[in-house]
């Protein structure tokens, strides 16, 4: 495996506004390095100041950006990708350093963020809108109108990949784009930014402002703000829902996640000792797909020892990257102690696995496997975000669904069984947004739309695929009548 240049340091980033890198009024931040526990660059920060600054400069080009024929945009938005491929090894290297990542996984981020790149290129060749004669020589049209300046804030566990989500499709259908990255991991916006402005993209429809809650408000707050897409935790979501909504903005917020997989003794030993160890193991347990919670029913003792010997082949630093920040691995450690204080048998104890050496000040946990866990505990319910699988065990597939659907989030759930009508009477009853068979991580691939339910999400209709164009475009309905006809009605 590849592996990331721990010396590495003095990376900058600013503020991307009107086409120009600007330092911002707000204050100056350490990027700390989860591989290393210190500083691998700063990051200056924005103010509400410059938040008005950025959507007056966004506002400057965005009419003529709309105007322009959505061929004519998707030709930036082709070049954008060919820089992508070009530049893949930097930008993947630099998501890595900034979140802890392998750089395998970095990479898979952003080409998962190009997939829906690709979506928005295909747009100038699907989206034909609708047309029809309702009435003799009187046409109906729908016409798919920009918002004008529409806003992001995104979480840190994938710096490029879950920008990618909206970023494309929302510039491509003629919005001029703010984005508010994590301030854990805001180095890779430079490198997006950069390959946007290369591309040709005019100054102002890529905006990046950097900074924390106020900057995230201001931006709430502006009037010509139009749409507010979220991606974080549940608390932070039903805030920003809640605030945007409420200043009467279109806002669509996704949130954290608990995920469960139902196992069932007929499962296939290898597929499942794979799919659910690489679930909860992969990007360190911090995705809002992995897997969380593991409903065993029944006797599954050699398919549990399967998982435990893939997880256990982990090397920390080689096949699994680290914990985002120091305060998440003590959150977690004490987690773990809690769960074994609440009745839970350590299967595999994450805690002593060994640091590597050249990152030994990094922040490091091994994947753990709790089982006996109780359902409705702190590690049965709570989101840890870390490569922990809690194991519960069940009686029957019944129970199972029961202990699923008391969640409070509804993001993704998987089964793991050889029985097809098993598995659809699981997908059936089960209350999520994704749900996979025999796979432990259920990511739809595009044109397949990405959104969770419950308190997974806040807002209508999904992140990605046909649904993000009605959340990012307004639908005008064009009436015409060209021929002056004899007979009248209501629509003369
Ligand atoms: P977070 O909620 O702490 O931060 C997300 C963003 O909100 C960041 O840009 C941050 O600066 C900003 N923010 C933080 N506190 C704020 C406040 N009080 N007011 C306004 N803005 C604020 O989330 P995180 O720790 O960066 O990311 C991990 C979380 O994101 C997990 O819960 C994970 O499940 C979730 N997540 C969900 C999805 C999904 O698709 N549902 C995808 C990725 C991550």
Redesign the pocket.
């Known amino acids: 495996m590849s592996k990331i240049d721990a010396t590495l340091k003095g990376l900058e980033v600013s503020n991307f506004i009107g086409g120009e890198w600007v330092k911002g009024s707000g204050k100056s931040l350490d990027i700390i390095s989860p591989y290393t526990g210190s500083s691998c660059g700063t990051v200056h920060i924005a103010n509400a100041e410059d938040v008005k600054s950025a959507v007056t400069a966004a506002k400057q080009n965005q009419k003529e950006w709309a105007a322009q024929s959505m061929k004519s945009r998707a030709a930036i938005l082709f070049k954008f990708r060919d820089i992508l491929f070009r530049d893949q090894d930097k930008i993947s290297s630099i998501v890595a350093i900034e979140n802890g990542k392998m750089i395998p996984e970095a990479r898979a981020g952003l080409m998962k963020g190009v997939e829906v790149l690709e979506y928005a290129l295909s747009l100038q060749n699907s989206d034909v809108g609708g047309k029809m004669e309702v009435s003799r020589g009187v046409f109906c049209e729908y016409r798919r109108q920009a918002l004008g300046v529409v806003a992001s804030?995104?979480?840190?566990?994938?710096p490029a990949m879950?920008p990618m989500w909206t970023i494309p499709i929302a510039i491509a259908v003629g919005n001029a784009y703010i984005w508010?990255?994590?301030?854990?991991t805001p180095i890779t916006s430079k490198y997006i930014a950069d390959a946007f402005a290369e591309a040709g993209l005019p100054a102002g429809i890529l905006t990046v402002v950097q900074g924390?809650?106020e900057v995230?408000?201001a931006i709430i707050d502006h009037k010509d703000v139009k749409a507010v897409a979220?991606?974080?935790?549940?608390?932070?979501?039903e805030?920003?829902y809640k605030r945007a909504t409420g200043n009467g903005k279109r806002a669509l917020c996704?949130?954290?996640?608990k995920n469960h997989i139902v196992l069932l003794p007929d499962a296939d030993i290898e597929v499942t000792g794979m799919g659910i160890s690489d679930s909860f193991t992969g990007c360190a347990g911090q995705?809002?797909m992995a897997a969380s919670v593991l409903l065993a029913v029944g006797d599954v003792t050699a398919h549990i020892d399967k998982i435990k010997e893939r997880a256990e082949s982990q090397v920390l630093g080689d096949s699994m990257g680290a914990i985002i920040t120091a305060a998440q691995l003590e959150f977690l450690n004490a987690a773990i102690e809690r769960a074994v204080k609440d009745g839970a048998t350590l299967l595999l104890d994450g805690r002593n696995a060994e640091a590597p050496v050249e990152y030994k000040n990094g922040f490091w946990l091994g994947p753990t496997i709790l089982d006996h866990v109780k359902a409705g505990s702190e590690a049965a319910v709570t989101?840890l975000?870390g490569p922990i699988l809690a194991i519960v065990r069940c009686e029957n597939i019944t129970e199972a669904i029961k202990i699923q659907n008391s969640s409070e989030y509804g993001?993704a759930a998987s089964v793991f069984t050889s029985s097809g009508p098993m598995a659809e009477y699981v997908a059936a009853n089960t209350e999520c947004g994704m749900f996979g068979v025999n796979i432990g991580v259920p990511v739809p691939r595009e044109p397949f739309s990405?959104g969770?339910v419950k308190s997974?999400?806040f807002g209508h209709g999904d992140i990605t695929g046909d649904q993000s164009l009605d959340f990012w475009t307004d639908v005008k309905k064009v009436t015409t009548k060209w021929e002056n006809q004899k007979d009248h009605n209501w629509m003369s």
Do not use: Q, Y
Not at 230 to 237: N, P, W, Y
Not at 254 to 257: H, I, S, V
């Open positions: 804030i995104t979480p840190f566990n994938f879950v508010k990255p994590s301030e854990k924390e809650r995230v408000e979220f991606v974080g935790s549940t608390k932070v979501a805030l920003v996704l949130g954290g996640a995705r809002c989101e975000f993001n990405f969770g997974s999400k």
